[in-house]
């Protein structure tokens, strides 16, 4: 091998080896013959080095020139807040253009299939300033490995944008690097809806589950549910279109399988005459109290439990007559508090995904699909009933997505739904059960098996074991008790004091700030992990941290203008304090107290 042309790698792995980033590992294993993999460099007769492909042509030679090639991946208008997702990195010609050109707050994840090619890139360049900067990571081609990578770019999603970059030398070698950029594009659509929702209505969620506290602590856990459905065949049913013609089929013959449903779908059911075992809601909007007005009868809610996240709003729990249980999901009071002593679901972004989820973790044994379109093919969007059945703009580009489905006809989806669908295809596969689909139209769910009816009940599918759906229910039942309830020691009076001492601090920085660049920055840093500190505060303070996270993070240069912003995140964050130490501390339970 030729140390001078590979003269970087031994650092750059050694540095992902002491950064214990997983890339490193990967490429250990993945390549045998190092020498053999490092051979197909050499140098073009434009004089520059290439990567030779199977068919002996380079890489770089049938390209555009550089650095034009890549002179877009600069042209950002405010780099400092953004990130860039390269899939396929060559020898690092992209790459190298886009670190030299942006500060050091622009993040770039680098996503190569290949690790021939990429130890042939470690090898030209030193990249450990950027890699021990935080500046760049190489990331392994494993949806989970992406998936957890896009993550921690939450701040640069916020405050800024995330650019993918398909490179284009690459794209020549095989179909790997399309598919791999299909891949990334979807978890970035993902993270995009999940954190909008996180972003934007964090703070009404566990407002709601502050509210909610007490109410949860008297209706019980679910914790004793784990298990607790094995033998069961579990019915989702959604109120996609198809609902309309196959309700009415399952209602006359439903077999003797347990038939989940969410909250919202419930006066479509009434429609067709199937009423489900259980229902489950997430949705956290007060316009949540209009479904009620959609059913004809109350009563039919009566003896019907619902599991409510504890994020709802008060009122739509509080109007619900029949037995209620608490769901504790993630991103809330419960996420570090309570793991061990309650089930603390990801409860995703759509019902039907948690329903997904929330049954397979009680074991049951088959999973049956209906009414879960995620599509639709006329004007409407959901079954007769439903809040959301009204005419559906199919002229609008931004949201619309044109579809066919495995009958060959042309549907209409959305990003929301695809999204959800991908997260329920990822859940199912996870959940090792067989699925299987009543397919109405609407786009194919991989990992499900189509059926009808008619085959289902021919298959026995729609039967579980004997009394395992007795047995749930009743286990079920039993877990609506109420529960002993936490106390929690105030901290509004220390927190107010930290804060105060930190404050006078950063004012004497800002008289001059030129000066104190550097201690402005690290003591806005010890600020923000102050913020985060308690894990029980957390959750309702993830805006206020968020936004110190920026401050810290995209910011360039500090002015004595920051200092505002700087004090509007400290009220908001104390107010939230003062708030928490009421709800959950001794005056909550002595503010129950009176009012029993």
């Given amino acids: 091998m030729n140390t001078t042309l590979h003269q970087y790698l031994t650092a750059n792995l050694e540095t992902m080896a002491s950064l214990k980033e997983p890339v490193a590992t990967w490429l250990a294993k993945s390549v045998a013959d190092i020498e053999g993999a490092l051979g197909r460099i050499f140098v073009n007769h434009m004089g520059i080095l290439d990567w030779r492909m199977d068919d002996g042509s380079g890489l770089i030679a049938k390209c555009p020139p550089l650095p034009a090639l890549y002179d877009d991946w600069r042209r950002l208008e405010k780099p400092e807040r953004d990130a860039t997702v390269i899939v396929g990195v060559n ?25 021939d090619m990429l130890l042939a890139c470690l090898g030209q360049t030193d990249y450990t300033p950027f890699l021990k900067l935080g500046k760049l990571r190489f990331v392994m081609p494993g949806h989970d490995q992406i998936e957890q990578a896009i993550q921690r770019l939450d701040i ?221 093919q006329a004007d409407r969007s959901h079954a007769p009933g439903h809040h959301a059945h009204e005419t559906v703009a199919l002229n609008d580009q931004s949201t619309t997505v044109h579809i066919t489905n495995m009958h060959g006809q042309r549907i209409y989806s959305n990003v929301g739904y695809l999204s959800a669908k991908r997260d329920l295809e990822k859940d199912l596969r996870k959940a090792q059960v067989p699925v299987y ?42 877990a609506n008790q109420p529960r002993v309830r936490p106390v929690y020691e105030p901290r509004y009076k220390t927190w107010n004091n930290s804060l105060r001492n930190a404050t006078r601090q950063l004012e004497k920085f800002f008289k001059k700030p030129g000066k104190h660049q550097q201690d402005i920055h690290q003591l806005l840093n010890r600020v923000y992990h102050f913020l985060k500190q308690d894990p029980l505060y957390l959750p309702y303070l993830y805006n206020e941290i968020m936004d110190m996270a920026a401050m810290v993070q995209c910011r360039e240069k500090y002015a004595p203008t920051d200092m505002k912003e700087y004090r509007d995140i400290l009220k908001r964050s104390l107010d939230k304090v003062k708030e928490m130490d009421a709800a959950l501390g001794p005056q909550g339970v002595t503010r129950k107290e009176a009012a029993a």
């Fill in 91 to 115: 020898l690092g010609y992209g790459l190298n253009h886009l670190l030299t050109g942006t500060p050091n707050s622009h993040k770039v994840l680098v996503i190569e299939p290949r690790p």
């Fill in 156 to 376: 640069k999603l916020i405050y800024g944008n995330i650019h993918l970059r398909n490179d284009l030398p690459s794209q020549q070698i095989g179909p790997e690097y399309a598919q791999l950029t299909h891949i990334t594009r979807g978890k970035l659509e993902n993270f995009s809806v999940e954190l909008a929702t996180l972003r934007l209505k964090q703070e009404v969620m566990v407002g709601n589950e502050l509210k909610n506290f007490s109410r949860a602590m008297n209706d019980g856990s679910l914790l004793p549910l784990k298990d607790m459905a094995k033998g069961v065949t579990a019915v989702i049913l959604g109120a996609g279109p198809s609902l309309a013609d196959i309700g009415p089929q399952l209602a006359q013959r439903p077999g003797h399988a347990l038939y989940a449903a969410a909250l919202q779908t419930l006066p479509a059911l009434e429609r067709v005459g199937l009423k489900p075992d259980i229902c489950l809601a997430i949705d956290f909007r007060p316009e949540m109290l209009a479904l009620y007005d959609g059913l004809r009868d109350d009563s039919w809610l009566k003896d019907l439990p619902l599991i409510y996240s504890t994020k709802m709003d008060p009122r739509v729990v509080d109007h619900y007559p029949g037995p209620r249980i608490p769901l504790w999901t993630m991103g809330g009071l419960a996420t570090y508090v309570f793991p061990d002593h309650e089930l603390v679901l990801d409860a995703g972004g759509n019902v039907g995904v948690t329903l997904a989820r929330f049954l397979a973790w009680t074991g049951v044994g088959r999973i049956i699909l209906a009414g879960q379109d995620f599509a639709w």
């Fill in 437 to 478: 689909n009543i397919y109405g139209g609407g786009v194919e769910i991989e990992g499900s098996r189509v059926v009808d009816v008619d085959e289902c009940h021919a298959r026995g599918l729609l039967t579980s074991e004997p009394g395992a759906k007795e047995r749930f229910l009743w286990s079920l039942k039993r």
